[in-house]
C-alpha cells in the first residue's frame, strides 16, 4: 500500500514538473539545486549539467531562495526578471516529517500582456489587502504612551526608565505588581515607544482563557485540527502580532502543559497551530505581567523555572500606590478632567480634608481603585450639584480608614461629627503609635507609614509633635 502512494505521489510530481508553463527549481538546506525541469532550464538558457548540484547563486545570481532558507517565509506572487523572462514566482520553503528539507521556487512564464493583467489584478487585491491590515491595526493597537505614567515617585521613575531603555531593543519584558498598579499601561507605552508601534499590539489574558481554548488562540488551528475548528482553519495571535508586540497577561495562571509550548515558541520563534505540520516563522517582541511571586510558584513546582528565565530578561517591578503616596494628588489631577469628560460633569477639585482621606488609605486595589472611587464620588458630587469632593462624597472609605486602623478606640472620634476631623484626628494618633514603636526613629517611621520623610516632617509639624 505504502509502494502504491509513492508511485501515484511520484507520477503527480512529474506531470508537475513537465509542465510547460511553469519553471519549477529545488534547492537543498545548503542552497544546491537539486532538481529542476525543462521550462526553467530554458528560462535559464543553461543545460541540465550545468546546473544541478550547483549553488543557486552560481546559477541565479539575484535569487531570493536562500533568503527562503534563512527567514523559512513564503514568498508569493513577486513579479520577477529571470534571463530576459517576465515571470510570476512563488518561492517556499518545503518540509517533511516537520523537519524543513529545502525551499522550491515556480516561475510562472508570461508574455507582455499576460503580466500587464496579472499586475494589476495584484495591485487590486494589495490595495484590498492594505484595507484589512487597517482595520487589523485599529483593533490590535497599543492606547496609552509614557505620557500616561503619571508620579514622580523615585522607584516608579526608575521603572519607566528602564521600561524606556526595553522599547529600543526589542527584549523580553516581565512586568511584575499588583493589581491595578498599571502592568497594562507600561505594556502598551513600551509597544508605543518602540520600533515596533506601526504593527500589531496583541493583548492575550492567560487567566480569562479555559485551558482548552488557550493553545489554539495562542497558536491557532488548521482546518479540522479538533471537532469544531472553523472551516480553512484560524491564525493564532502570535501569528497576529508578527512583526509587533505580544502582551501575555496573568502569566501566572498560565497551566503547566501550555508553559511548556510557551517555552518552544520563545526558544525557536516558531509556532505550530493545533492539528497543523508546518512550523509558521514569528517575530515579536514578548512582553508578560504577573501579580503573583513566580519564585513561590517555582518552588512549589507551579511555574517552570526555565519559563521564568526565558521571560526575565528585563524585570519591572512596579511599586504600590500606598509606596507612593505623594502621588496621589498628581494622579487626581490627571484623572479628573479625563472622568469629567467621559461622565459630562463639572467637578473641578478635591477639597483638603478628602485629599487627606484618600492619603490614609491603604489602596489595595491601587490606581484602578482609585480611579473607580474617584468616578463613583464625582456621580454623587454631581447629584447634589456639587463642583468639589469632599469626604461625605466617599462614604466607603471613610468606614474602610477606619478599619484600617483598629488600634484606634472609637472613643477618641465618637465625639467628632466632621469627617475630615475624624480623618486628622486618626492620622496624628497612627503617627504617634509608629513613632512610639520605633523609638522616635522617623527614617523607620516614614517606611512604616508609607511616607517620604519630607512628608512625615510637615506632618509632625502640623501635629507638633516634633
Not at 496579472?118 to 487585491?125: S, Y
Not at 480553512?232 to 505580544?246: D, Q, R, V
Not at 474602610?400 to 475624624?422: K, R, S, Y
Request: glycine share 6%; aromatic share 6%; hydrophobic share 40%.
Amino acid at each position: 500500500m505504502e509502494d502504491l502512494k509513492n508511485k501515484v505521489f511520484n507520477e503527480i510530481l512529474d506531470g508537475i514538473m513537465e509542465n510547460p508553463y511553469i519553471g519549477i527549481i529545488m534547492v537543498d538546506t545548503l542552497g544546491k539545486i537539486n532538481k529542476v525541469n525543462k521550462t526553467y532550464l530554458e528560462i535559464l538558457g543553461l543545460p541540465e549539467e550545468e546546473v544541478c548540484y550547483k549553488h543557486i547563486l552560481e546559477v541565479s545570481p539575484h535569487s531570493r531562495l536562500p533568503e527562503v532558507l534563512r527567514t523559512k517565509e513564503v514568498h508569493l506572487a513577486d513579479y520577477w526578471q529571470v534571463n530576459g523572462h517576465n515571470t510570476i514566482v512563488f518561492r517556499m520553503p518545503l518540509y517533511k516529517d516537520g523537519k524543513m528539507i529545502g525551499a522550491m521556487g515556480q516561475s510562472l512564464v508570461l508574455g507582455t500582456a499576460g503580466v500587464k493583467i496579472l499586475a494589476k489584478q495584484l495591485k487590486d487585491l494589495e490595495k484590498e489587502l492594505t484595507v484589512y491590515k487597517d482595520v487589523v491595526s485599529s483593533i490590535y493597537s497599543s492606547k496609552y504612551s509614557f505620557d500616561n505614567i503619571v508620579g514622580e515617585d523615585k522607584e516608579l521613575s526608575n521603572v519607566k526608565f528602564i521600561a524606556q531603555r526595553a522599547s529600543k531593543t526589542g527584549s523580553t519584558v516581565l512586568i511584575m505588581g499588583e493589581s491595578g498598579t498599571g502592568k497594562e499601561l507600561f505594556a502598551n507605552a513600551i509597544h508605543q515607544a518602540s520600533p515596533r508601534t506601526n504593527r500589531p499590539f496583541v493583548r492575550v489574558n492567560c487567566a480569562a482563557l479555559p485551558d482548552n481554548l488557550l493553545e489554539s488562540e495562542l497558536f491557532g488551528y488548521e482546518e479540522g485540527g479538533f471537532t469544531g475548528a472553523r472551516k480553512g482553519g484560524k491564525p493564532g495571535k502570535f501569528e497576529m502580532a508578527n512583526h509587533g508586540t505580544i502582551f501575555l497577561d496573568e502569566i501566572g495562571d498560565m497551566p503547566p502543559a501550555m508553559q511548556a509550548k510557551l517555552l518552544i515558541v520563545l526558544q525557536e520563534r516558531e509556532v505550530e497551530r493545533v492539528g497543523g505540520t508546518r512550523p509558521i516563522r514569528v517575530d515579536v517582541q514578548v512582553i508578560a505581567a504577573t501579580n503573583r511571586n513566580l519564585e513561590d510558584m517555582i518552588k512549589k513546582g507551579k511555574f517552570r523555572e526555565d519559563l521564568y528565565y526565558r521571560l526575565n530578561v528585563v524585570t519591572l517591578n512596579i511599586p504600590s500606590l500606598r509606596k507612593r503616596r505623594q502621588d496621589i494628588y498628581r494622579l487626581i489631577n490627571y484623572l479628573l478632567p479625563k472622568l469629567n469628560q467621559r461622565l459630562n460633569t463639572q467637578v473641578k477639585k478635591v477639597s483638603q480634608e478628602a485629599l487627606q482621606l484618600l492619603s490614609s488609605y491603604e489602596w489595595p486595589g491601587n490606581v484602578r481603585e482609585l480611579e473607580n472611587l474617584l468616578e463613583r464620588a464625582i456621580n454623587l458630587a454631581d447629584l447634589n450639584q456639587g463642583c468639589c469632593l469632599s469626604p461625605a462624597d466617599f462614604p466607603s472609605l471613610s468606614r474602610l480608614v477606619v478599619e484600617q486602623v483598629p488600634c484606634l478606640g472609637h472613643a477618641q472620634i465618637e465625639n467628632v461629627d466632621n469627617l475630615g476631623e475624624a480623618v486628622r484626628t486618626m492620622e496624628e494618633e497612627t503617627i504617634r503609635r509608629v513613632l512610639q514603636k520605633t523609638n522616635n526613629n522617623k527614617a523607620q517611621s516614614a517606611k512604616i507609614l508609607g511616607l517620604n520623610k519630607s512628608v512625615l516632617y510637615r506632618k509632625l509639624r502640623k501635629y507638633n509633635l516634633i
